[in-house]
């Protein structure tokens, strides 16, 4: 049967059937089933059911009131005391006699009709010990004795966004930087690894693919094109190792770590293919170092601005657990059980999720669409178990499991914005920024010599081009530089830290870099093996496969 509930303020009035809906004459039966908290008083002396069974301002007439009251099985008959009485309790108009059968079953039947305002009201009590009394807490504090959850929480969130907003201000201002420059040289002490992680606060295959162009540029390695085995397969590029002698260029220490991965103990690493274990290691080893010397000093998690939203977090789960005992008569064990609950999935929200807005590839659209996608997928599992265990426990409110996981999302969400540069941060990013539009504008026209423009310029910077994704724009310089739109192809088929195939040279154009080479042969290399051992051509084709890179 359809119906309405309206809250009134002594109450709720419950209108039966459909608004516009009109009964023919005649009889109809309707059973109301209803659940209320705090009709059970605990006082020392026993338990006891305080209830009026029927509202005092009943219009229509009622013909016969009966009320059955089953107290708790184990309690004993012989301890159990009623009353009844209809109309105020200090002067009724009538004292229902109450009946008491053997198995504890209270039964009250008032004598004829009641007319408005005899309202008949039972009072049954019993031994302690036999009803679970639940945490008397916070039963005379607002919002939470009377099991406000909802508002609790929205209170909560409020004082966490008041509290925060304060410091993200503070730690996003813009500062004082040096003034703008043309910086015609890389930034002191910072490898191309560094300066990529710098720039973009994250780290990626093109991290890696610098690191190795810096390497064969440095003169420890060469790459080598690898001549496909069948006709129109992709070339492969392989990395050779070659002895160093005495007094050779400095490797920084990640660069130095990405190396021993490599080439550590065998002469040549293929990149991509069956050797996908080398390239995670170096990868990850390369990660690791560049984080543990570069993240302290340039970078801040400002983790003293996120403690006042962490205490408001944890008092409004305290205050939510504390209103659910209330509401639902929850003994302390189950209230413990919805605390652990709640704060699993806040504080894992906020440490999971976090970390991963942290160090997640957000820097383009299609990553943020699919990065948003997971973490809601992965973010709704936790919430749903948590709301169907909360239910289960004290009948919890679909906006109040979902008002649990907002606040570990806000506090994500602090964590990614409290994370900027630090003072040095800041300054050697805005010099790496000031040199990357020295490679995007200027190129290598400004030398003196050609011959010192290629030996010198071109390779020096070319690992912080590739880091920086303005490789194919510095080629591109280079070959207006010289002239030609093949001047790119000339100066890398006589580097001689890359050797070309016989079936074909790299760069079939200005567009297509050694960057963008490596950095997708690293990425396919990442994944792992696609296809069976020894059949290496077999592994999809790079983007540029026709017939050569």
Request: charged share 20%; net charge neutral.
């Amino acid at each position: 049967v359809a119906f309405v509930t309206r809250h009134l303020p002594e109450g709720a009035r419950v209108y039966l059937g459909p608004p516009d809906a009109s009964l023919a004459p005649g009889e109809y039966t309707y059973t109301l089933s209803y659940r209320v908290n705090g009709a059970l008083g605990f006082f020392a002396d026993g338990d006891q059911l305080y209830w009026p069974i029927t509202p005092p301002s009943w219009a229509i007439p009622i013909a016969c009131a009966t009320a059955t009251v089953s107290v708790p099985p184990d309690a004993p008959v012989i301890g159990i005391r009623a009353d009844g009485w209809i109309g105020p309790r200090s002067s009724p108009f009538a004292v229902i006699p109450p009946t008491i059968d053997r198995s504890g079953v209270v039964t009250f039947v008032a004598p004829g009709p009641l007319a408005y305002q005899h309202q008949l009201t039972v009072e049954v009590s019993w031994p302690r010990g036999y009803v679970r009394e639940p945490a008397s807490i916070g039963q005379s504090w607002p919002l939470v004795g009377s099991g406000d959850t909802v508002r609790i929480e929205l209170i909560g969130l409020g004082v966490i966004v008041l509290f925060s907003t304060p410091g993200v201000l503070l730690v996003r201002r813009r500062s004082r930087l040096p003034p703008a420059a043309p910086s015609t040289r890389p930034p002191d002490q910072l490898s191309p690894a560094a300066a990529r992680f710098l720039a973009t606060s994250s780290f990626d295959e093109r991290t890696l693919a610098a690191t190795i162009v810096d390497l064969a540029v440095k003169g420890f390695l060469t790459i080598r094109e690898v001549a496909p085995s069948a006709p129109g397969a992709a070339i492969r590029l392989e990395l050779v190792k070659i002895e160093r002698r005495e007094g050779g260029a400095r490797l920084a220490p990640e660069e130095g770590a990405a190396l021993a991965e490599l080439l550590g103990s065998t002469s040549a690493c293929p990149i991509g293919g069956e050797r996908f274990r080398e390239l995670r290691r170096a990868s990850a080893e390369l990660k690791r170092l560049v984080t543990a010397l570069y993240e302290d000093r340039y970078f801040t998690h400002n983790a003293r601005y996120q403690i006042p939203a962490l205490v408001v977090a944890t008092v409004t789960m305290v205050a939510a657990t504390l209103s659910e005992m209330n509401r639902a008569a929850l003994d302390p064990r189950a209230g413990a059980i919805w605390l652990v609950m709640a704060a699993t999935l806040v504080f894992g929200t906020a440490l999971v999720l976090g970390a991963a807005l942290l160090i997640g590839q957000l820097n383009t659209p299609r990553r943020a669409l699919t990065f948003a996608a997971v973490a809601l997928a992965a973010y709704l599992f936790p919430l749903i178990i948590l709301y169907y265990v909360q239910s289960q426990l004290a009948g919890t409110s679909l906006a109040a499991a979902v008002l649990l996981g907002v606040i570990g999302l806000g506090l994500a969400l602090l964590r990614k914005l409290l994370a900027t540069p630090t003072r040095d941060g800041r300054v050697s990013r805005a010099r790496v920024e000031d040199f990357r539009a020295f490679l995007v504008a200027s190129g290598p026209e400004s030398a003196e010599d050609p011959q010192r423009r290629w030996n010198g310029i071109w390779e020096a910077f070319l690992p912080y081009a590739v880091a920086l994704e303005v490789d194919d724009r510095w080629a591109w310089s280079l070959a207006r530089a010289g002239g030609s739109a093949s001047r790119c192809d000339e100066r890398l088929t006589d580097a001689i830290w890359y050797q070309m195939a016989e079936t074909g040279q790299f760069g079939a154009g200005p567009e297509i870099s050694i960057g963008e080479v490596l950095a997708a042969l690293i990425r396919e290399g990442l994944r792992g093996p696609t296809a069976k051992a020894g059949d290496a051509d077999a592994a999809p084709r790079p983007p540029w496969a026709n017939g050569r890179p």
